[in-house]
């Protein structure tokens, strides 16, 4: 493997994974959480969940809206940046990690769900298994901004 390094000494095949990384997990938490947070009945109604019956959770769901739409802001800003921040990857995959490994409890304890949401759940791990073991390895190199 070439040693050819980026500014911030990570190889920049690394570098460019992280990137492409950073923008798929980014546009994926702002579609969903501006989804979420701006149509809720909506997106979840794509899911066979009926939140119409339920005017109460709309405040729940709204939140969590938010918090993924802030944090997808995050993840596609900090590719404007030299080098991204270790702290970005980590709010990346606190949100894909506990959401996933949240789809799998259900899974386990109370059925299985519409195929969009085990897809979901698939992807969430995916993404924040990925994340984190990026962090690990920066972290590992201390080559990371913090």
């Given at each position: 493997m070439a040693r050819d390094c980026s500014a911030g000494g990570e190889p920049v095949m690394a570098a460019k994974g992280l990137q492409a990384l950073m923008l798929v997990g980014g546009l994926v938490l702002l579609?969903?959480?501006g989804g979420?947070?701006?149509a809720p009945g909506v997106f979840y109604e794509a899911y066979d969940i009926d939140l119409?019956?339920?005017t109460g959770?709309?405040?729940?769901v709204?939140?969590?809206g938010a918090t993924l739409l802030i944090a997808g802001t995050l993840m596609l800003a900090s590719l404007f940046r030299r080098e991204i921040p270790s702290g970005v990857i980590l709010v990346g995959a606190?949100?894909?990690l506990p959401h996933g490994l949240g789809r799998l409890f259900s899974m386990l304890v109370d059925g299985l769900?519409?195929?969009g949401l085990i897809i979901a759940a698939v992807a969430e791990l995916l993404l924040g298994l990925l994340l984190l073991r990026a962090l690990c390895w920066r972290l590992k190199r201390g080559t990371g901004a913090h």
């Open positions: 579609g969903v959480g979420i947070l701006f119409f019956a339920q959770l709309y405040s729940e709204r939140a969590n606190v949100i894909y769900p519409a195929s």
